[in-house]
């Protein structure tokens, strides 16, 4: 695909388009977990089966990665930016008229697949529109998106609260892929359309340091995806209102927000991230063991550790990715393996959860297996160091 670089007005408008589109990548999942109880009160619905709500779209935009490179070469930036919107659009729209389970879990997976397409591109068009910043102008795409699931999770149950529907609360934000689309069409005059011959295809299937990348990614987005899903629910059943809960959810993806952006900003200063990638994974460690030992008292601090460090995380586990090739399409596809394996490894840990929560009782199990997630990461995380990453993807 190739890309002039952009001047710095066009490239304005590109960032702000970036950021409306990745404004939609969560709200279709984030603002389950808050109205949880409500639609469980209309739809039959164990655990097990409301984790799919997370779970399938998940696997789905894991699944998509894997041809979303191909589609977007074929059809150009622009018009898979808008499929991509169109898709998100009418899967969430479609909630206002859904009365079963299954066509539920189905609106999930339309969605995800909606998701994939654009998440399967974003990262090989920064690399090549933005060279010089990849690490903010990642940060700023990861934030964007953590910002949309912050206003899903804390805006859905006030949307309940006055319309009296959960169903309401669940399609209202179509708007925001409506916002995106009319963006993105209006700037097709100014937006100039990749037209290059496709690129040799690069497979990644034999490459240890690709799957140890993807491991990587997917482990760290098995706590954000666990989170998304149960934290709400979890609080719900000790005691805390609905609202109350989505608010609780909406402040970690505030803290998500944050450290996105200025997580980024800091590890931009050194191309080793192995520092960095271990205080977050610290943060994420320490915000877990408090959800178990101490949900109640100092209720905001262990969401805003966990914000903090699964913010940062998130970005920097593609930033890592990217660093490992300077070609932005091969960098690309790496990151579109990368995201594929990791979004199946994490689409399982709400599942998981779920199940535990249906044969145990209670979250903290899962909140415990998470912990001990994160320590394996940490010595993966030791693996990272630049000098070596030349002799690991030629």
């Known amino acids: 695909m190739e890309i002039a670089r952009a001047t710095s007005r066009p490239a304005a408008w590109l960032m702000l388009g970036i950021v409306l589109v990745a404004l939609n990548l969560r709200p279709s999942m984030a603002a389950v977990g808050p109205l949880l109880s409500a639609i469980r009160g209309d739809i039959p619905l164990s655990f097990s089966l409301a984790s799919l709500l997370t779970m399938l779209p998940v696997m789905a935009m894991g699944l998509a990665m894997f041809f979303g490179i191909g589609i977007s070469q074929r059809l150009g930036e622009q018009r898979t930016v808008l499929l991509s919107l169109l898709i998100i659009g009418v899967a969430t729209m479609s909630r206002l008229f859904l009365d079963t389970a299954a066509e539920l879990i189905a609106s999930a997976i339309l969605a995800g697949i909606g998701i994939a397409l654009i998440q399967a591109l974003m990262p090989a068009l920064i690399k090549s529109r933005f060279p010089d910043n990849v690490a903010?102008?990642?940060?700023?795409?990861?934030?964007?998106?953590?910002?949309?699931?912050?206003?899903?999770?804390?805006?859905?149950?006030?949307v309940l609260r006055h319309t009296g529907s959960w169903r309401v609360g669940l399609a209202i934000w179509a708007t925001l892929a409506l916002l995106a689309l009319l963006f993105w069409w209006t700037q097709h005059a100014n937006t100039p359309v990749a037209a290059s011959a496709p690129a040799r295809k690069e497979s990644f299937l034999h490459n240890s340091r690709a799957w140890l990348l993807a491991i990587f990614f997917g482990l760290g987005t098995a706590s954000y995806t666990c989170v998304l899903a149960w934290l709400a629910p979890y609080y719900v059943e000790k005691g805390w209102s609905e609202q109350n809960a989505g608010l609780l959810l909406g402040f970690l993806t505030a803290m998500e927000v944050i450290s996105g952006l200025v997580v980024p900003a800091i590890a931009n200063r050194s191309r080793d991230r192995r520092r960095v990638l271990m205080v977050l994974l610290g943060l994420i460690v320490a915000g877990f063991c408090g959800l178990i030992l101490s949900p109640q008292s100092l209720s905001l601090l262990w969401p805003c550790l966990l914000g903090l460090g699964i913010g940062g995380l998130f970005p920097m586990s593609l930033i890592v990715s990217l660093d490992h090739l300077d070609h932005p399409q091969?960098?690309?596809g790496l990151t579109a393996f990368v995201q594929g394996i990791g979004y199946m490894i994490a689409g399982l840990s709400p599942l998981l959860a779920g199940v535990i929560r249906d044969r145990l009782g209670s979250f903290e199990w899962a909140w415990w297996s998470l912990t001990g997630v994160m320590l394996v990461m940490l010595l993966i995380a030791l693996r990272f160091n630049p000098r070596d990453y030349p002799s690991h993807i030629r």
Request: hydrophobic share 60%; glycine share 16%; with cysteine.
């Open 136 to 158: 903010l102008c990642m940060g700023l795409y990861v934030t964007s998106i953590m910002g949309g699931a912050a206003l899903a999770a804390a805006f859905a149950p006030q």
């Open 330 to 332: 091969r960098a690309g």
